[in-house]
């Protein structure tokens, strides 16, 4: 019997990778347009192996940007690409198809919501916050909420904890084999691939279930609990 659905957020409820290329080029742009004398393409570069070097979350990639070409900090080119930046990701920080209204009928069907992360808890809750999906779920673990990463046992313990269910009762749903599908089963959860937010060109997936759009989860909690 399921009782509760837990999601991955990036990639599986939002295209984060979609996001942030919109959002990265916006600011490469603004930021040349500001003063930053160097082809777009080894700006791409140069953030590109910030982030390897840093974590695709952190925070201050055009600082860190700018110091390593002017040795400190040019604030109007800077000002610049922060604020393209966020006006690009506000516009392209988008569902899914489909994801509102299957969270809408999971919550039709009495199930638990909840949310795993491994990005810190204050973007993740902006992401929710902005789509509006911070009222749906029942509750969302971070990564600053075990300070462990999937596919470490804690968040997925944590979340269930949280919801108050055994986890033989909860479905996870995410986009990454080597982290939500491994992470979950060795818990005890049943498992689904989000084969549509796959970004790694994942092909067994180890999962319970692969699935295609977000709402044959429906489906499959249907089947589940007619079991």
Known sequence: MIKAVVFDLDNTLVDFMQMKRQAIDAAIHAMRDAGL??????????IDEIYQERGIEFQNVFDELLYREFSKIDY????????????????????????TMTLI????????????????????WLRLCYLNFHHIFDAVVTYDDTEKRKPAPEPFVKILSLLNVPA????????????????????????????YGNTFGTIVSHADYDIDDISQVIDIVRNENAQ
Request: hydrophobic share 45%.
């Open 105 to 124: 009928e999971l919550s039709k069907m009495h199930l638990k919501l909840g949310v795993v992360s491994d990005a810190p808890a204050r973007e993740a």
């Open 37 to 46: 004398n160097l082809p777009p393409d080894e700006i791409r570069r140069r």
């Open 76 to 99: 109007k080119i800077l000002s610049a690409g922060v604020i393209a930046y966020r006006r690009a990701r506000e516009a392209a920080l988008v569902p899914y198809p489909h994801v």
């Open 168 to 195: 033989h009762e909860a479905l996870m749903v995410g986009d990454w084999e080597e982290r939500d599908v491994v992470g979950a089963k060795q818990v005890g959860m049943k498992t689904v691939f989000a084969r």
